[in-house]
């Protein structure tokens, strides 16, 4: 499975921003889907996550700005996020992850989309 996430970019604060991710390959119909950002000098951390039914799970501080959506039939993934902060600067990636797969282990991920949020 290889990953390719893109629509990074420069924003000024208080705008919106959607990355999108589309998966190729030998995919289930099971898996699941993330984003994951990593700031600067920060560790990597999970934004929010999708299965194949539609369900979301976002990190608690995201909810509100950020949603998560897929579109099954281009394998694909999309991130929306509104009022963004300076905070929220950073690589953003995307992952798939098979049921029994470990994260960070055997999943497959995209290669990152730099998100800065500046004046």
């Known amino acids: 499975v290889q990953l390719q996430a893109s629509g990074g970019g420069v924003v000024q604060p208080g705008e919106s921003l959607t990355l999108s991710c589309v998966a190729s390959g030998v995919i289930s119909s099971a898996n699941v889907m993330a984003w994951y950002r990593q700031g600067p000098g920060m560790k990597r951390v999970l934004v929010g996550s999708?299965?194949?039914?539609?369900?979301?799970k976002y990190a608690e501080r995201l909810k509100g700005r950020f949603t998560i959506s897929r579109d099954l039939a281009n394998n694909s993934m999309q991130l929306e996020m509104n009022d963004l902060k300076p905070e929220d600067t950073a690589v953003y990636y995307c992952?798939?992850?098979?049921?029994?797969?470990?994260?960070?282990?055997?999943?497959?991920w995209g290669q990152g989309t730099q998100v800065t949020v500046s004046s």
């Open positions: 992952e798939l992850r098979e049921p029994g797969q470990t994260p960070g282990v055997d999943d497959a």
């Open positions: 999708i299965s194949t039914s539609g369900r979301t």
